[in-house]
């Protein structure tokens, strides 16, 4: 059977972090700089240079906590990176008999879009999409919607619905016979019941607890098919960072 994939969980989620982090490097340190130097010479001013020098450096420590938790793109993908990381560090325990699992894989519609996981065994195709909030989200059905907090989350189900259709449309085609991909979304942080909820024709359930939901399922495949679609999902889904590799950019 073949192995479980080139690819690594979150490589151009990561890569497309350090590379913003690059970019705004410049900018950051003169501004943690100039903060620092004034809450130094402002307290100096006052107490001494002793003092001056703590308000410095207390500065510069609210400062780089500011900068991990802002909500800005850095902070995005250095989140969504972790994320996804962390679902592939848990479906990774899947046992390699029965299971086969991609990671960060490039899907051909819409251009330059990737799925976080992809996951091929003897209970089925699951497209597996990563995602974070903030600890107290809350995630529940009301009113035939499905909302995060008070924000309705309407977009994360399209992307995880066309991902798992693109990828059974892909395999099916080369392949020459049906198979079917179910989409899932693994949620890190928010709050949702223990057991989860299908809405829309996506499963949405806790990162911690999607092994789980892929192990327990009946089994509908043969260990023959589970090689086969593997094989197939390897040629015609490349690693993201690979195809980012060759065009140069990535998806905002």
Known sequence: MPGRGASVAGASAHAR???LRAEYRQERV?????????????????FDWLTGLAAALAALLLHSFYLRVKPDPVTHWRRGAA?????????SRL???YFHVLHDRALPIPAHANLDHLVIGLTGVYAIVSRRWPVLTRLRAVDERLWVGPRPMTRLLVTARDAARTVAERLSEDLGHRVEVHAV???HGARLPRTGFTFDGVTVQRAGRARRLVERQPAVLTTAQVTAIAAAAERILPPMIDVWGKTGTLRD
């Open 83 to 91: 994320a996804e990381r962390r679902t592939g560090r848990r479906l």
């Open 95 to 97: 046992d390699p008999a």
């Open 17 to 19: 972090y350090r590379r």
């Open 185 to 187: 979304v693994a949620v």
């Open 30 to 46: 003169l501004a943690r700089i100039v903060l620092a130097g004034v809450a130094g010479a402002m307290t100096a001013g006052v």
